[in-house]
């Protein structure tokens, strides 16, 4: 407990390794960080802290025997999107773990990669994509009321106004509507958020959540124009910081014959369900000798104070079954909890903007029937846009993922694997929640109206995920910024990363644990918002220029 260790300047480029090392959380981004670190820094001594008593996070995929055999029901994520620059070091972690072999893989070609609905106003609405015939494309956009409009929409865009140079940021639902008119905003684009964020397009950032639509309205003046111009060859925006990384993942060639099939898929994950990428990082860091994981230890504050040999991140933590209160040093800090329990447990410093983030709660039904084709249409799913009359949708679904097409394979009994959605932002302002037997009720409700299914379901699983997607509101790089600025009081030993802040995605969090992990072993960034100051650097680059 009390040895002695060497100091390091974080700020400076030397040799010497920090030598304790904190991680907090034990979701994927905090799995991922300690594994990064443990590889790049074999000397330190990590301890990763965990308050439930489970690793994984959101990751929760759930065996359920029903008889013949079990089904694999996923309470959280459910697939990964080989999406460059962020998929690809998923797709390295994936081959470093060892888990080439359990991947499940979506191709493009598929019917759950070319089919993709929304249930507009009343019927599901196939959209057009990479597998639409021209014919296909143009009756659609004639015949469904969910295009009405979009053809005039798209062709006065080029006309409007230009957006006012102190405007800093808008929702993407005040910013799509400024540009289109309000239709193409409420029918479609809500829905594609409701299926990421479970949330609401008139609070979501557009400069955080659409930062190349919002740079090319700003260069051009019409996002069409730049669309277009794109179309044939021209310029397009890209992160300066993804810019650097894919110049880095093109010079090494890591990929496999495998990953490479991989790699153009529409959508990936293991036969086990995703929670096989938690299982796996978890097996890794309980072999590696320089990784202690302590679950069930809820870490209660955290300050930079000092000790004889120099400064310190001091820190306490208690375990779940005990009163005990437990005093540590550390030398560096990780944090992947969510932003806002990092801020009530650091009194220190104001990280007031880092509370400011807040999440919606979504209830996940999964349903297994025993027919397999039970589903009128098949496809990856549908999508609830907010524009929905409520009649059709009282229960307030989100959305509803077609499982057995979306992950063919992943079960050895013959059936339908469903999962339903449901509440997200339109719960924001409930007291209560439904129960399990409520949830199902909806969901089967739901299920009989939209598709017309009245099998009772072989199995029915329903978990409520409490504040589970945190939601990047308007200003939320401002605000980023800020809580970056504050962080550089701790001098670079305590950063930040995971789902609060740079995306929600399980590739996002993967690349920010990579990040961070990286500017710690090399002494670059501070703090792993430091992209934020200053705001966000963009380049300019053609398609081709890059081969991507
Ligand atoms: C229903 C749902 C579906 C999703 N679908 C997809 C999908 O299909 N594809 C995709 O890419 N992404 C998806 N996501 C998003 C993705 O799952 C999450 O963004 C990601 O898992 C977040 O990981 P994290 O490690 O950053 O945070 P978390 O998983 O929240 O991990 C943080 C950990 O910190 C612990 N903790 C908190 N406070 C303390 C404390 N004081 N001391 C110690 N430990 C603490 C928590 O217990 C938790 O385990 C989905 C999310 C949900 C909820
Ligand atoms: C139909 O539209 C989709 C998406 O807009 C496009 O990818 C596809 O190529 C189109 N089909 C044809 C034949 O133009
Ligand atoms: C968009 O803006 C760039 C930079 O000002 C310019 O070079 C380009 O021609 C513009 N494209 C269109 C279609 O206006
Ligand atoms: C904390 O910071 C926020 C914004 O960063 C500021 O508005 C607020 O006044 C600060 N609170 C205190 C107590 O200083
Ligand atoms: C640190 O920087 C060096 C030189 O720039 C680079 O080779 C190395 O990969 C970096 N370390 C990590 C963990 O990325």
Request: hydrophobic share 40%; glycine share 8%.
């Amino acid at each position: 407990m009390h040895r002695h260790y060497a100091t390091v300047s974080s700020t400076s480029k030397s040799n010497a390794e920090p030598q304790r090392i904190a991680i907090l959380g034990g979701g994927i981004t905090g799995l991922a960080s300690a594994y990064f670190l443990s590889k790049d820094l074999p000397k330190a001594k990590i301890t990763l802290f965990e308050a439930s008593p489970r690793l994984g996070g959101w990751l929760h995929s759930r065996s359920v025997d029903i008889g013949s055999g079990s089904v694999i029901f996923e309470q959280g994520p459910r697939n990964l999107r080989p999406t460059m620059p962020n998929g690809l070091i998923t797709l390295n972690l994936v081959r470093d773990l060892g888990l080439e072999d359990r991947i499940l893989m979506t191709s493009k070609n598929s019917v759950a990669a070319q089919n993709r609905f929304i249930y507009y106003p009343d019927h599901l609405v196939r959209m057009p994509g990479p597998g639409s015939s021209l014919l296909q494309n143009i009756s659609n956009v004639l015949s469904e009321p969910i295009f009405k409009g979009t053809i005039s929409a798209a062709l006065s865009e080029v006309t409007k106004a230009r957006r006012p140079g102190d405007l800093q940021d808008e929702s993407i639902g005040s910013f799509l509507t400024r540009r289109f008119g309000s239709a193409l905003a409420d029918n479609v684009v809500s829905a594609v958020f409701h299926g990421i964020y479970a949330g609401d397009i008139y609070k979501l950032s557009a400069r955080a959540i659409m930062p190349s639509l919002w740079a090319i309205e700003w260069r051009n003046n019409s996002i069409m124009k730049g669309l277009l111009e794109q179309a044939f060859g021209g310029m397009q925006p890209i992160a300066t910081a993804d810019l650097n990384l894919i110049k880095t993942l093109q010079s090494q060639p890591i990929m496999s014959d495998k990953l490479e099939v991989v790699k153009k898929s529409s959508v990936f994950t293991f036969k086990g369900g995703i929670g096989e990428l938690a299982d796996r990082l978890e097996a890794k860091l309980d072999e590696s000798d320089n990784v202690l994981v302590m679950e069930n230890t809820h870490v209660g504050q955290i300050k930079l104070g000092s000790n004889a040999v120099g400064e310190k991140i001091q820190m306490n933590a208690k375990e779940v079954s005990n009163r005990e209160i437990t005093n540590y040093e550390f030398d560096h800090v990780v944090s992947t909890i969510p932003g806002d329990k990092l801020a009530s447990i650091a009194p220190t410093i104001n990280l007031s903007s880092l509370s400011r983030t807040s999440a919606v709660t979504v209830m996940v039904v999964n349903l297994f029937f025993s027919s397999p084709d039970i589903l009128p249409v098949h496809g990856f799913g549908y999508l609830l846009p907010r524009s929905v009359p409520f009649e059709q949708n009282p229960e307030r679904a989100l959305g509803v993922v077609f499982d057995s097409d979306a992950s063919i394979g992943q079960d050895d009994v013959p059936g339908t694997k469903v999962t339903v959605m449901l509440g997200g932002h339109w719960w924001d302002d409930f007291d209560a929640y439904p129960d399990e037997d409520e949830g199902a009720s909806m969901a089967k409700a739901l299920l009989n109206r939209h598709l017309g299914i009245n099998e009772e379901p072989r199995a029915i699983r329903v978990s409520l995920q409490r504040n589970c997607i945190p939601q990047y509101g308007v200003g939320h790089e401002a605000r980023m910024e800020d809580a970056s600025l504050r962080l550089e009081s701790f001098k670079g030993r305590l950063r930040v990363a995971g789902n609060s802040y740079t995306g929600v995605g399980l590739n996002d969090c993967i690349r920010a644990a990579r990040d961070v992990v990286k500017d710690l072993v090399n002494g670059t960034g501070t703090t792993g918002l430091e992209s934020f100051v200053g705001g966000k650097k963009w380049s300019w680059f053609k398609r081709e220029e890059l081969k991507i």
